[in-house]
């Protein structure tokens, strides 16, 4: 069974850092593809950025590129994505989540419909 737990988020002004972090229970780490998407009030919700299984292969939103980086990391018994944000925007503003696929390629996946887990999301605030 698979758990992800999103934590981090909290509220910042503009031009700001943060990082989200997903601990992620499950069994084998290294056979999982995760993503972060975000779902601002009143909006649906959307890709920001996905990694393969790897950890080499990643995609970026436009309008986070440069900004935003996401990884993987497993450190011991523990297993986490992170969500690196810089130069944070009011329009970062929203609920974000961590999802992970099962996955046997090298491919990463900007669709919900491609991932079968999801944590409860964080809250990031970004103040002008």
């Known amino acids: 069974q698979v758990r992800l737990v999103e934590s981090g988020g909290g509220s910042v002004q503009a031009r700001e850092s943060l990082k989200l972090t997903c601990a992620a229970s499950v069994s084998a780490f290294s056979f999982y593809a995760f993503a972060w998407f975000r779902q601002a009030p009143g909006k649906e919700r959307e890709i920001v950025a996905a990694i393969n299984r790897g950890g080499d292969r990643t995609y970026y939103r436009d309008s986070v590129k440069g900004r935003f980086t996401i990884s993987k990391i497993k450190d011991g018994t523990k297993n986490f994505v992170y969500l690196q944000m810089n130069d944070l925007s009011p329009e970062d503003t929203a609920v974000y989540y961590c999802?992970?696929?099962?996955?046997?390629?090298?491919?990463?996946?900007?669709?919900?419909?491609?991932?079968?887990?999801w944590g409860q999301g964080t809250q990031l605030t970004v103040s002008s």
């Open positions: 999802a992970a696929r099962l996955d046997q390629s090298q491919q990463y996946y900007v669709h919900e419909i491609q991932y079968n887990d």
